[in-house]
């Protein structure tokens, strides 16, 4: 397990510090309650990856994609609203976790039977109104 504690001051150099934790992971499950930081502390790994779109949680889309700077795709999935897991496999969602393109996900638990096994779980937790601890399972 790797920890991270992650302010908004060095949300940057916290985003560098997990993208060189993950090394070669793509499907980074984002767990947390609301308002824990996962969308915000996505945004900064897409700044990092050279994303200039617009980075906000697909609530209502289900799933993002961006450009990142080497002109690979990134995904950010946000299941909060997926009650049917029929649903999410309407999505086709073996060919974004093996695209090999970083897949972000928020609220994974809600699909957990349909993660591959090569998913990182990623826990973020609250310490106060501008502190994170982010939680890598390793």
């Known amino acids: ?11 940057a150099a916290a985003a560098a510090e997990f993208l060189d934790a993950v090394g070669d992971n793509r499907l980074i499950a ?3 309650h609301l308002g824990a930081g996962k969308t915000t ?6 700044d990092l ?10 609530t209502f889309t289900i799933v993002n994609e961006y450009r990142a700077a080497d002109g690979q795709s990134v995904f950010h999935f946000d299941f909060y609203r997926i009650d049917d897991l029929r649903e999410a496999q ?19 638990e809600k699909i957990a039977d349909l993660l591959p096994e090569e ?17 890598l399972c390793l």
């Open 30 to 32: 984002f767990h947390g």
């Open 1 to 11: 397990m790797k920890e991270i504690i992650c302010t908004l001051d060095n949300m």
């Open 90 to 108: 309407d999505l086709g969602l073996e060919e974004y976790f093996f695209s090999g393109c970083f897949c972000f996900m928020e609220w994974p």
């Open 49 to 58: 990856l050279g994303v200039v779109d617009n980075v906000c949680s697909p």
């Open 41 to 46: 502390f996505i945004k900064a790994l897409c």
């Open 119 to 135: 998913v990182l779980d990623v826990e973020i937790e609250p310490i106060d109104q501008n502190t994170r601890r982010i939680r």
